[in-house]
């Protein structure tokens, strides 16, 4: 093959010039290889529907039933948010306590003869920080599954009807 065939198609052809078959050049077989993903990425979400399809329709009866549930689930979660909350108002309490004890010690007091800060103590106030910082970032993950909740059940249940062709 010639040097500036070097990745291009060729053609292979026989004794009377009639072609018997195409080896692909780099842009032919890029092209292919591109077109084939795309092809098994789109057979791939088609599946997934049809099987998110099935189980919407065998899992539930009604619309009604998976509003039913959706709400049982955004109570769950409203219910665990309540109790972290509380949870958080027990901890800043205990904070605010720790901090007034801290206070009476070197390096917080300006009493000259304050002892130094009992090691136990900075560390139940480090770890009360740090408790209310896990709780905090839990109300956010709970505020963040009742929206994905919400949504989910939003587009499953417009889904189902579409599937039902309800209104």
Do not use: W
Request: aromatic share 4%.
């Amino acid at each position: 093959m010639p040097y500036g065939c070097h990745g291009m198609d060729t053609e292979v052809l026989n004794a009377q010039g009639m072609v018997l078959r195409v080896i692909e050049g780099d842009q032919t077989r890029a092209a292919r290889q591109s077109r084939e993903a795309s092809e098994s990425k789109e057979r791939q979400l088609k599946e997934q529907r049809q099987q998110r399809d099935r189980m919407l329709l065998e899992t539930y009866l009604s619309a009604e039933d998976m509003q039913g549930l959706r709400d049982q689930r955004l109570e769950l979660l409203a219910a665990q948010y309540r109790a972290t909350e509380q949870t958080i108002v027990n901890m800043r309490e205990r904070q605010s306590r720790l901090e007034s004890q801290v206070a009476r010690f070197k390096p917080y007091s300006d009493n000259a003869n304050a002892p130094p800060l009992p090691d136990h103590l900075a560390e139940e106030m480090v770890n009360t920080v740090n408790s209310l910082r896990v709780y905090q970032e839990s109300l956010q993950k709970n505020r963040d599954e009742q929206a994905d909740v919400k949504s989910t059940f939003t587009a499953d249940i417009k889904r189902f009807k579409e599937l039902k062709g309800l209104r």
